[in-house]
């Protein structure tokens, strides 16, 4: 096995069993208390479904055909309670027998089980690499013909071709437990799509810290993705979106330095949109901040909205972080930027669905 083999991510690069079974076979269901293995067994007894109750182990089997697989989970949710729930754990052994030791890696939570039941055409969307990216232009304030970089927009696509979302793309994602393997085909998407449209501005990426256990594995063919391209490093930069950053603020940091080590640079995205801004300037030290769109929206109108910006902006100014506003969607936004000091700017400029997929033209009115 070569070095670069021996340290490949399995977690992000490999992808779950698909749950569309037709044949039958056996459903265990580990219920986390007593009265909640109770309130189970109830169930199936008023039902009469065929069943095994496992009381020591708070286990009960259910034989079911495949295809009616999800129905039933979904019954189950019914009756449990959210917390009952997330605590049972679940397995689906096909052809009816006992689980094995090769079987437990399986073993999720209920909640999971049923997303997967129902996630097949993202496994399929992911394993036949149907995924895009469009890009949006990031311009420069003072003259919005300018454009500085351009912003990694994630796209699915269908069979036929049609686009699929990337809201219900992460939401299954982050259901199924499958954010490793999407948020990897998002960034290479991302850099070799620039690629093959011969981009040469900055590129800016997002990155979800939650889907990325050890920078030196899971970013790895990212970097060397990167490198393979011949994109200069100081043209990539990396987003984090604060409103949804990892808790573990040592992690944090761990990427934020393998990243700068590598050349990139590194930017906060949607400040002012959560609620420690300035605890994670301070502790990650961004190149460049990307001030929130609910905080841009109105701001020539609203004073509250106008003062927390100003500050950050300030703060931005003399710690020499770069600003871009995002969300510029009227005139007198982008006057109000203008007049202080934000030096880049974004709006709803969505690719249209078109190649090559970039808006270069930037619609702003001055």
């Given at each position: 096995?070569?070095q670069?083999?021996?340290?490949?991510?399995?977690?992000?690069q490999t992808?779950?069993?698909?749950l569309?079974l037709?044949g039958?076979?056996r459903?265990f269901?580990?219920?986390?208390?007593g009265h909640?293995?109770g309130?189970?067994?109830?169930m199936l007894?008023?039902?009469?479904r065929?069943?095994?109750?496992?009381?020591q182990a708070?286990?009960?089997?259910?034989?079911?055909?495949?295809?009616h697989l999800?129905?039933?989970?979904?019954?189950v949710?019914?009756?449990l309670?959210g917390?009952?729930?997330?605590?049972?754990?679940?397995?689906?052994?096909?052809g009816g027998?006992?689980?094995?030791?090769g079987?437990?890696p399986?073993v999720?939570?209920?909640?999971?089980?049923?997303?997967?039941?129902r996630?097949g055409?993202l496994v399929d969307?992911l394993?036949e690499?149907?995924v895009?990216s469009?890009?949006?232009p990031?311009?420069?304030?003072k003259?919005t013909?300018?454009v500085?970089?351009?912003?990694a927009?994630?796209r699915?696509?269908?069979?036929?071709?049609?686009l699929?979302?990337?809201?219900?793309m992460?939401?299954?994602?982050?259901?199924a437990d499958?954010?490793?393997?999407?948020?990897?085909?998002a960034r290479l998407?991302?850099?070799?799509e620039a690629?093959?449209?011969?981009i040469?501005?900055?590129?800016f990426?997002?990155?979800?810290p939650?889907a990325i256990?050890?920078?030196?594995?899971?970013?790895r063919s990212?970097?060397?993705a990167i490198?393979?391209?011949?994109?200069p490093p100081s043209?990539?930069?990396?987003e984090?979106?604060?409103?949804d950053h990892?808790?573990?603020a040592?992690?944090?940091k761990t990427?934020?330095?393998y990243y700068?080590?590598a050349g990139f640079?590194?930017?906060?995205d949607?400040?002012?949109a959560?609620?420690?801004s300035l605890n994670l300037i301070?502790q990650?030290?961004p190149d460049?901040?990307k001030?929130?769109?609910?905080l841009?929206r109105?701001i020539?109108?609203?004073a509250?909205?106008a003062s927390?910006t100003?500050?950050?902006?300030e703060?931005?100014?003399?710690?020499?972080?770069?600003t871009?506003?995002?969300?510029i969607?009227t005139?007198?936004?982008?006057?109000?930027?203008?007049a202080?000091g934000?030096?880049?700017?974004?709006?709803?400029?969505?690719a249209?669905p078109s190649?090559?997929p970039?808006?270069?033209?930037?619609?702003?009115?001055d």
């Amino acid at each position: 096995m070569s070095q670069t083999e021996s340290k490949k991510c399995e977690r992000c690069q490999t992808l779950p069993e698909k749950l569309e079974l037709e044949g039958p076979g056996r459903l265990f269901l580990w219920l986390p208390l007593g009265h909640s293995y109770g309130k189970l067994v109830r169930m199936l007894g008023d039902s009469g479904r065929e069943h095994q109750s496992l009381p020591q182990a708070q286990c009960v089997a259910v034989r079911l055909d495949g295809a009616h697989l999800s129905g039933f989970v979904a019954d189950v949710l019914g009756a449990l309670t959210g917390e009952e729930a997330k605590s049972t754990r679940a397995l689906f052994v096909e052809g009816g027998g006992e689980p094995g030791l090769g079987d437990f890696p399986r073993v999720v939570s209920l909640p999971q089980f049923f997303t997967l039941t129902r996630a097949g055409w993202l496994v399929d969307l992911l394993a036949e690499k149907r995924v895009t990216s469009f890009y949006q232009p990031i311009v420069h304030a003072k003259d919005t013909r300018q454009v500085y970089a351009y912003e990694a927009l994630l796209r699915g696509l269908e069979r036929d071709g049609s686009l699929v979302s990337p809201a219900k793309m992460l939401s299954l994602a982050r259901d199924a437990d499958m954010l490793f393997q999407l948020d990897l085909a998002a960034r290479l998407s991302a850099v070799r799509e620039a690629a093959r449209l011969g981009i040469q501005a900055p590129l800016f990426i997002n990155f979800t810290p939650t889907a990325i256990y050890d920078p030196a594995y899971c970013l790895r063919s990212t970097v060397a993705a990167i490198s393979e391209l011949g994109i200069p490093p100081s043209n990539v930069v990396f987003e984090i979106i604060e409103s949804d950053h990892t808790p573990d603020a040592n992690h944090l940091k761990t990427l934020i330095a393998y990243y700068r080590q590598a050349g990139f640079r590194v930017a906060l995205d949607d400040l002012g949109a959560g609620y420690s801004s300035l605890n994670l300037i301070h502790q990650l030290r961004p190149d460049i901040m990307k001030l929130d769109m609910e905080l841009i929206r109105g701001i020539h109108q609203d004073a509250y909205k106008a003062s927390i910006t100003e500050k950050l902006l300030e703060l931005a100014q003399k710690l020499g972080i770069l600003t871009v506003a995002e969300g510029i969607e009227t005139p007198e936004e982008l006057r109000w930027v203008r007049a202080h000091g934000v030096d880049f700017v974004q709006g709803y400029l969505i690719a249209k669905p078109s190649s090559p997929p970039v808006s270069a033209t930037p619609h702003f009115i001055d």
